[in-house]
């Protein structure tokens, strides 16, 4: 069965730092392109940053400088390091897996307030 879970979402203070992690299963996470997406209330879900297979990782523009992507594949899991936290970075995030097929996970969520 695939699951993606994902962890390590919390309160943090504005400037503060947390990091996501996403334990992958159930299928062959080396060949997927792994990305963090974000959804706050009343918004509109939007990708975070991705990592293809091949270690090229994307960020949106609002993010870049703060936050970074990485993945284990020994270990079937991606990471996203998020630092320097704003109030406007409150959302859930999720997990997401795109190959053959895409695959999500159910989301942590980060909440940045003082």
């Known amino acids: 069965q695939v699951q993606l879970v994902e962890s390590g979402g919390g309160l943090v203070q504005p400037g503060g730092s947390l990091r996501l992690s996403c334990a992958a299963s159930?299928?062959?996470?080396?060949?997927?392109?792994m990305s963090w997406y974000r959804q706050a209330p009343g918004k509109e879900r939007e990708l975070v940053a991705r990592?293809?297979?091949?270690?090229?990782?994307i960020y949106t523009d609002s993010v870049k400088g703060r936050f970074t992507i990485s993945r284990d594949n020994a270990k079937n899991t991606v990471y996203l390091q998020m630092n320097n936290l704003k109030p406007e970075d409150t959302a859930t995030y999720y997990c997401?897996?795109?190959?053959?097929?895409?695959?999500w996970g159910h989301g942590t969520q980060v909440t940045v307030s003082s």
């Open positions: 990592i293809n297979n091949n270690g090229g990782t």
């Open positions: 997401r897996a795109n190959w053959c097929r895409i695959y």
């Open positions: 159930g299928f062959i996470f080396s060949n997927y392109a």
